[in-house]
């Protein structure tokens, strides 16, 4: 029957992200005791003020088809957070509210991408930009970098990447999944190469903005040219611990907003209602509200970077934002049970009832990616086992 299943779907991989969180949610379902660092998921609750916002929009009349774009009123207070916190001036017309940011940068593939056209993917990157490009019939062309790098491949292999053909460039920072940070430096010098080529556009992936663990978030688009090549996406999964909500956006060119809201027409008709009514209190709200869990985070990274590096053979970069550490693990493969990072993810899946992604799919192959969106105390407890694990075996 596969062979029913059209080539797109056949030529697409299953999110890895969400496979690895489905197989532990299974085998805690047959009663194995597994600690899950599959899935980048805040384990915070989200703040109180979320809760009320909630409970009064369904008091309110939000119970009908909204805009397709998302409320006024939402955009314009979306607009407003992307002047506060990020310098842009988007007006209300040009911002989508969209199912999460996945659909928002999908809309935006969508958007922009056909057959024949290549996007540049710098890696290691987050695991949908290579499926989404191919859904919408182009070519993924992926630029690798290294740990030694702090998994940021050089700017001008990125230049160098870039074809007549190339329509669009997609990067996050921070980064899912090296928790990397571009540099102002770095920032400037990608936007010297986009305004190379003025038929390159780029999707600025910012949803994990609030957790940056020094400096100030800087937006792609607040560089000089760079706000009319420029979709800068955000939402609410990370920074409000709202994953279930499935709230994102997009500021971007009046064009290009007006183009993934045609493509959002034709598969949502829009953002859930009262998830927006949510989102307006969200981007409302003074961002001081987000320190305690940057703070979180923080005293977790470096936890973690410890347990990492007392791996033998493990070793990891110290990244300054995000939930994720990518250590290269290859010291741990052994060309015969354990061949790759599939085999290695599979065998603490068993041994030690951890659950990790396989970092192939993020475009590292060398690695796994620990999400440490969870408890000091399991995630102490989560590389005890992969250690003594290793240690067995
Ligand atoms: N971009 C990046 C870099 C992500 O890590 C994720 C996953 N959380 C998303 C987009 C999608 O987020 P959402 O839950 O809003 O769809
Ligand atoms: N984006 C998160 C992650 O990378 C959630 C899962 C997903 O949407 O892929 O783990």
Redesign the pocket.
């Known amino acids: 029957r596969v062979m029913h299943l059209s080539p797109t779907v056949r030529t697409m991989a299953e999110s890895a992200t969400l496979m690895m969180s489905r197989r532990s949610r299974e085998l805690r379902a047959e009663g194995r005791d597994i600690i899950d660092l599959s899935l980048?998921e805040p384990d915070q609750s989200p703040p109180a003020f979320v809760l009320e916002a909630a409970a009064e929009a369904l008091r309110g009349p939000w119970h009908k088809y909204p805009p397709v774009n998302g409320y006024a009123d939402v955009r314009q207070a979306i607009a407003h957070k992307f002047k506060r916190d990020n310098g842009l001036d988007y007006s209300a017309d040009d911002i989508v509210v969209s199912t999460?940011?996945?659909?928002a940068?999908m809309n935006v593939i969508l958007a922009l991408v056909g057959p024949g056209d290549e996007v540049v993917i710098p890696a290691p990157y987050?695991v949908?930009y290579t499926e989404q490009v191919k859904l919408a019939g182009g070519t993924p062309v992926v630029v690798p970098s290294t740990l030694e790098e702090d998994w940021k491949p050089a700017v001008e292999r990125i230049a160098a990447a870039i074809t007549p053909r190339t329509r669009l460039l997609i990067f996050?920072s921070p980064c899912?999944p090296s928790g990397s940070v571009m540099t102002r430096a770095e920032l400037e010098a990608l936007a010297e190469v986009v305004a190379r080529h003025p038929e390159l556009y780029v999707i600025s992936?910012e949803?994990?903005e609030h957790i940056v663990f020094q400096g100030t978030h800087q937006s792609f688009a607040s560089l000089p040219g760079m706000a009319e090549r420029t979709v800068t996406?955000n939402?609410?999964?990370?920074a409000f611990a709202l994953?279930g909500w499935?709230?994102?956006y997009i500021g971007a060119p009046r064009w290009i907003a007006q183009a993934a809201t045609k493509v959002q027409g034709q598969f949502t008709s829009g953002a859930n209602s009262i998830a927006q009514r949510v989102a307006k209190a969200c981007v409302e709200a003074d961002p001081a509200v987000l320190a305690p869990m940057r703070a979180d985070f923080l005293r977790r990274r470096d936890l973690m970077v410890e347990a990492v590096r007392r791996i033998p053979g493990w070793r990891c970069n110290v990244p300054q934002g995000a939930f994720y550490l990518l250590p290269d693990v290859s010291a741990s493969f052994d060309g015969e049970r354990i061949k790759g990072p599939e085999d290695l993810a599979m065998h603490l899946l068993d041994t030690a009832h951890v659950s990790l992604v396989e970092g192939r799919s993020f475009g590292a192959p060398g690695t796994l990616r620990i999400s440490y969106a969870t408890s000091d105390d399991l995630l102490l407890r989560a590389m005890e086992r992969v250690a003594q694990a290793l240690a067995q075996g």
């Open positions: 980048g999460g940011a996945k659909q940068i987050w949908s996050s899912n992936d949803i994990y996406v939402g609410l999964s990370k994953t499935r709230l994102g």
